[in-house]
């Protein structure tokens, strides 16, 4: 046969429906006629930006136990000073420096109101029944001559006839309570660092706001005034407001907003560089809203989650910045009480009296912890990159 005659013979392709015929039995299909099909409806709720961060700040144990702290302290804060029979400014002078004494803890031995000192043995009939116990005696040797001294416990409660009071945290020298002195002067420091925290954070977003979004002339003289005012020594500029408008708290929260809402002006113009130019901005724009309409309700609730993280890490800044400036004795003028005046007041006496700083500085340490915990926490649940995890 020749090549012309030849013939290329194409296999029929198969049909699909005969090839699943042959797999699967007809009997087994069902006809349906006059019924509509839908696809399986999609059970479940939508989750929003926030409720999505609150389930995943749910999962952060640390950030839980963080923010119990932080409320612990407010709720001490505010009614700390209503639990105690004495008042703030009441002084006991004969019950000055005493140890704590706690009811239930001073039937284990802890803080029962003892303190061990090292005094001379004929000094003992002095103390009389508020010797507890003698731990050890010794000679001291004092220019050639022999005198015996005993390590003893001695109940100061009972040596001040003071057994029907209770100080849970001791007194200070004049024989105020520390208890009442201590969540007194955290209320003060808490109150300092929240309202100062809030007018930091409505200038900062506000010239933020600004500065980002005009950008170009505005945008570069308004950092360079940020940049000159943040320039100036903080230390420097708060002796000087101090010294001219005296120590207070009004004093202190003006000190506070002079430069702490550059950090956060800083953030938000970020923001507003990396928003202002999206589609739904533009479109917004070209159907003729205002800026302010373009700023306020467009682009800013994009930076909610890092302007909640930012304040919450800046509270922790101004309380340490308050106890700072008071340690250095230009705090709140006596007898008002904060942290950091009483950590001043109790470094005098550390040595005879350790209770006066022990207390003030484990408040202080315990809000820095926690609010540092509980702003990582929030840092993590507002990050868009973890959402699903």
Not at 66 to 82: C, E, N, V
Not at 83 to 111: C, D, K, V, W
Not at 139 to 153: H, M, P, S, T
Not at 257 to 265: K, N
Request: net charge neutral.
């Amino acid at each position: 046969m020749s090549k012309k005659n030849m013939k290329l013979e194409v296999p029929k392709p198969l049909d699909a429906q005969e090839v699943l015929k042959e797999k699967i039995p007809p009997e087994m299909f069902e006809q349906v006629a006059g019924e509509k099909i839908f696809d399986q409806e999609i059970e479940g709720e939508a989750i929003g930006f926030f409720k999505d961060a609150y389930l995943r700040f749910k999962k952060n144990k640390a950030a839980i136990g963080a923010a119990w702290i932080i409320l612990f302290i407010i709720f001490m804060a505010i009614f700390g000073p209503m639990m105690s029979p004495y008042h703030f400014r009441e002084q006991h002078t004969s019950f000055g420096t005493m140890p704590p004494r706690i009811p239930i803890l001073e039937n284990f031995g802890i803080a029962d109101g003892c303190v061990t000192m090292d005094i001379f043995e004929a000094d003992l009939e002095e103390f009389g029944d508020a010797v507890k116990e003698i731990k050890s005696e010794y000679i001291w040797n004092y220019k050639g001559r022999e005198i015996k001294k005993v390590i003893a416990d001695i109940d100061m409660y009972e040596y001040k006839d003071a057994k029907e009071h209770y100080f849970i945290f001791g007194t200070d020298n004049i024989g105020r309570d520390l208890f009442v002195r201590l969540w007194r002067g955290t209320r003060i420091s808490l109150l300092i660092g929240f309202i100062s925290v809030m007018i930091n954070c409505v200038i900062g977003v506000t010239y933020g706001s600004i500065s980002g979004y005009y950008g170009g002339k505005v945008d570069m003289v308004m950092q360079r005034f940020a940049e000159i005012l943040g320039g100036i020594p903080f230390l420097v500029m708060s002796i000087l407001f101090i010294m001219v408008l005296g120590a207070g708290v009004s004093s202190f929260i003006l000190v506070l907003i002079i430069t702490g809402w550059i950090g956060m002006s800083r953030m938000i113009r970020a923001q507003f560089y990396r928003y202002k130019d999206y589609e739904y901005v533009m479109a917004s724009r070209t159907m003729g809203a205002k800026d302010r309409t373009l700023i306020f309700r467009h682009i800013l609730p994009n930076a909610i989650g890092p302007i909640i993280t930012q304040a919450t890490f800046a509270v922790p800044s101004a309380i340490f910045s308050e106890s700072f400036l008071s340690y250095l004795g230009l705090g709140i003028q006596a007898p008002e009480p904060s942290i950091g005046v009483l950590l001043a007041e109790g470094q005098r006496v550390l040595t005879s009296s350790p209770h006066l700083t022990l207390f003030p500085a484990l408040v202080v340490s315990a809000l820095m912890l926690a609010f540092n915990m509980f702003g990582n926490g929030l840092r993590d649940a507002f990050d868009p990159r973890m959402r699903g995890l």
